[in-house]
């Protein structure tokens, strides 16, 4: 199965946080690929895809932060109109739930993956295994 | 059970040898007031009862009460009843206004109080060769240096920690062979947590076995959490600076209540605004007198402490009668959109819900709206929005349903509500009025 380990921070609403989180990755070297946030009212949770999840994780587990690894799917888009498109769909038709995603831009205006969560990984992957997408790898990740 | 008793004379008693020497107690400290307290002695004249009125303990129900207010008459020395030569030991209480309530204490008082802890400790189990890390406050509070001084007479060897440094705290059981320790509930959830997170197992680490945990009440949860973590026994204590500090109530092996010791103290429970006392098995003010206090002697005194009497026979023996759980302080409690809350329903209920860390906090504001702030446990995060989402409004219900007032419930870090080394400040209340 070709996974990636997406990071994710529990966060209250609350000035500063995001730039103590984002902080901490640059003090600590670690490049963002990708991010979304996903927040009700008074908390939210702020998902990163980065270049050495393993790492990352342990740094703000040691800062006393509440995190998790979540395993992600990411699928190559083509740069053209519609592109977005036939993936969702091939997903959809297949009955699979997208439950969070966000966009990881390899090269600009090149090569970009629609990366995203899904409840049941190993039958996602059955599903879509042979519908001739490219599938983000997490050795592809590392600079 | 395991039975053994420290003073198994008194401890024993029967009920109506018991009623007898309440009575012979009774007789004399009333007098004694009466002769030389001036305040004392102008109550009950306002009154109009005197000490020879009392014919059995129930008679003192004709007496007036004795309030916080009435401590501040005549302040400081004022509700001696002994001359200052005879007075060797001050404590306050942890006043949040104004000036703290004075407590004096004879050479006699200390020490029968420290038979008070030394009976309450025998009761639990502890022997002479226990060791007791004692982290409650050392100085004007009661709780450290009354509980120092039964353990002593008791004849276990006492570490005087004191609170805080949880560090140190826990080096000293590993280097000591702590086997019981003494502090606030929510300390001792502090405490617990950073065992767990340095990795260090209960039985190959440390090795306790009891934990005399008071000066907060706490709910049945929160002593379940505890003991798991700890892998301790835990034994509610109950006591007020007032009726000289930790050693008033106790619990025995048999759970179910915390015995008062009655040959020291007459205990009333009463309804708090008429004053009357309650059909047995409701909820009141606890009302107590000292039976045999040297130096400060009150009579009936409104602890503000809710509480039932729990008047079935205690399976270890005592005739001495047990309270319930304090239910919390009639202070502790506020009351929004008319619903009486008290704080122990609240961790009552945060306590039973898993994904629950330790700390939270009530935020009362605008117009009677409460809000309920709560750790999210590190561990139950799955990196999932939804299941924080399930977890708060699972929050937000059972509240609803236990308080009968839904509360706003804000999920928060963990580690990020204020800790409690000491009392923890459960309750803000902001609202405009």
């Known amino acids: 199965m070709k996974l990636v380990e997406i990071l994710s921070i529990f966060a209250e609403n609350r000035p500063g946080k995001l730039e103590k989180i984002t902080g901490l990755l640059a003090e600590e070297g670690i490049n963002i690929l990708g991010f979304s946030i996903a927040s009700v009212k008074d908390f939210g949770v702020i998902k990163f895809l980065v270049d050495d999840v393993e790492r990352a994780y342990q740094r703000f587990k040691e800062r006393g932060f509440t995190v998790a690894k979540l395993p992600a799917f990411g699928i190559e888009l083509v740069d053209k109109p519609g592109g977005l498109y036939e993936v969702v769909k091939k997903i959809s038709k297949k009955g699979i739930n997208i439950e969070s995603a966000l966009v990881y831009v390899a090269e600009t205006r090149k090569r970009a993956f629609f990366v995203f969560e899904v409840e049941d990984p190993q039958n996602t992957w059955d599903n879509l295994k042979d519908e001739g997408f490219n599938f983000l790898d997490s050795s592809q990740l590392k600079a | ?433």
């Open chain 2, 1 to 433: 059970m395991e039975k053994n008793y420290f003073n198994p004379k008194v401890e024993l008693l029967s009920k109506e040898d018991l009623r007898a020497l309440q009575l012979k107690r009774l007789k004399s400290i009333l007098n004694r007031v009466y002769r030389r307290v001036p305040h004392y002695r102008k109550k009950f004249r306002q009154a109009g009862i005197r000490p020879s009125s009392l014919k059995s303990p129930d008679d003192i129900r004709y007496f007036p009460f004795t309030t916080k207010e009435d401590l501040f008459v005549d302040y400081p020395y004022g509700l001696l009843a002994e001359p200052l030569e005879k007075v060797v030991r001050l404590h306050t209480s942890s006043g949040t206004t104004g000036k703290p309530k004075a407590i004096f204490f004879s050479k006699r008082d200390i020490l029968a109080q420290a038979e008070l802890i030394a009976r309450s400790l025998v009761m639990s189990g502890a022997k002479a060769r226990d060791v007791l890390q004692n982290s409650m406050t050392y100085g004007l509070f009661t709780g450290a240096l009354v509980m120092h001084y039964g353990a002593e007479l008791l004849g276990m060897l006492v570490i005087p920690a004191g609170p805080g440094n949880t560090e140190r705290q826990i080096e000293l059981m590993q280097t000591f062979g702590t086997t019981c320790i003494h502090m606030t509930p929510s300390y001792a959830l502090y405490v617990a947590t950073i065992i767990r997170e340095k990795g260090l197992k209960p039985g190959r680490d440390i090795h306790l076995k009891r934990a005399y945990l008071g000066a907060e009440s706490y709910s049945e949860e929160t002593r379940g959490k505890i003991e798991d973590m700890l892998g301790v026994k835990v034994y509610n204590c109950y006591g007020l600076s007032e009726m000289g500090g930790p050693g008033v109530g106790f619990e025995c092996p048999a759970r179910g209540g915390l015995h008062l010791w009655e040959d020291a103290f007459l205990v009333e429970v009463i309804n708090p605004k008429t004053g009357e006392r309650v059909l047995p098995g409701e909820v009141g003010e606890l009302v107590l007198t000292t039976l045999n206090r040297n130096a400060m002697p009150l009579i009936r005194y409104r602890t503000k402490d809710l509480t039932t009497l729990v008047e079935e026979p205690c399976p270890c023996g005592r005739s001495h009668i047990k309270i319930a759980r304090i239910l919390g302080r009639s202070d502790d409690m506020f009351i929004v959109r008319g619903v009486n809350i008290f704080p122990q329903q609240i961790e009552s209920v945060l306590m039973g819900i898993k994904g629950v860390a330790q700390n939270y906090q009530i935020i009362l504001d605008g117009y009677d709206e409460m809000t309920v702030k709560v750790e999210v446990d590190r561990e139950f995060f799955d990196g999932r929005i939804e299941r924080l989402i399930k977890l708060r409004d699972e929050i937000t219900d059972r509240l609803k349903q236990a308080l009968q007032v839904r509360p706003k419930v804000e999920l928060v870090e963990s580690g990020t509500l204020p800790v409690s080394e000491g009392k923890a400040k459960r309750v803000i209340d902001n609202r405009i009025l």
